[in-house]
């Protein structure tokens, strides 16, 4: 996934190269546009959720933060870190300081196992930047996006990883983490249930919850299966593959994220414009036929 990435080393892996693609973005369309872009990092370990940003609460002593639920039905961590960032080395900084407080811990198939999954989180505002003739910024659109880049821990089983004690009970929350997923992403592939609008278990697991609606809202989803192709692992490379098939029968209809409040302020704006032309042709101001004048 690249949560490590230092910033300076070369580019491997999928959060390097969204971050990449971002500022370069940012860069391009900075003279029309503002942006806002604030970065959270957290894990789920051992079906609780710590923010890895928080260096208050890091150590064995870290208080668990929260779900919150809010009233237009999204999800929201209470408390956690996020943290503005300017330029792609100041996220990679703070993807690196999180990445280094990550549980993790050494079993007979991996030294560094994640013994966690961790949900690095980017949220964007952009603001286009389309001035009045009266010199006011009203009528600018807000567009609102946030990425969800989550690095799931591999499924275990005890036989081939030898984990006993401790890491036989994370092993344990990490595959109940997974199985909860592979259970929310069946239900919404499956065209019956969601036609006939079928439960989907999101509160089984904190982590299918904090993903509600990252897998099933306004959203789009990607999932990249990372495999061995060692003969030895065949049968979990099979069971991976089978496990990330299902999310291609997910389908969600994604629309744009605007401001509420932008977003009345330009449907006003239009009205008015569109009543003060009318006004004119009226008046005989205008000499367009009130078929062009009508939107």
Do not use: W
Not at 1 to 12: D, K, L
Not at 94 to 107: E, H, I, K, N
Not at 176 to 198: C, F, M, Q, T
Not at 260 to 288: F, K
């Amino acid at each position: 996934m690249g949560t490590n990435y230092n910033g300076e080393e070369p580019e491997n892996g999928v959060i390097p190269k969204v971050m990449d693609t971002i500022f370069s973005r940012v860069g391009t369309t900075k003279d029309s546009t503002e942006f806002l872009i604030r970065v959270s990092f957290i894990e789920i370990f051992k079906e609780e959720v710590f923010d890895l940003l928080d260096q208050k609460t890091t150590g064995p002593a870290r208080v668990p933060i929260q779900i919150r639920e809010r009233g237009s039905g999204g999800i929201t961590l209470a408390g956690v870190t996020e943290s503005e960032v300017g330029t792609k080395e100041e996220m990679a900084s703070y993807l690196l300081q999180g990445s280094l407080c990550r549980a993790t811990g050494s079993t007979n198939m991996n030294s560094q196992s994640s013994r966690s999954h961790a949900i690095s989180t980017i949220s964007m505002e952009q603001k286009r930047m389309n001035h009045s003739l009266a010199g006011d910024d009203v009528g600018n659109d807000v567009l609102m996006a946030k990425l969800h880049l989550v690095d799931l821990a591999g499924s275990e089983r005890a036989k081939r990883t030898g984990a006993d004690g401790t890491r036989f009970q994370e092993g344990i929350h990490i595959n109940k983490g997974l199985l909860a997923l592979g259970n929310v992403i069946s239900a919404l592939g499956d065209d019956k249930k969601r036609k006939e609008g079928g439960h989907v278990p999101y509160r089984d697991s904190k982590l299918t919850r904090i993903l509600q609606d990252s897998l099933g809202g306004n959203c789009k989803t990607v999932m990249i299966a990372c495999v061995s192709p060692a003969d030895t692992n065949a049968e979990e490379t099979l069971n991976t593959l089978k496990y990330a098939n299902q999310a291609r029968n997910i389908q969600n209809k994604a629309i744009i994220n605007r401001d509420p409040v932008t977003a009345q302020m330009q449907r006003m704006r239009s009205q008015i414009e569109q009543l003060q032309s009318e006004l004119l042709y009226l008046r005989g101001d205008s000499n367009a036929p009130v078929e062009e004048i009508k939107v």
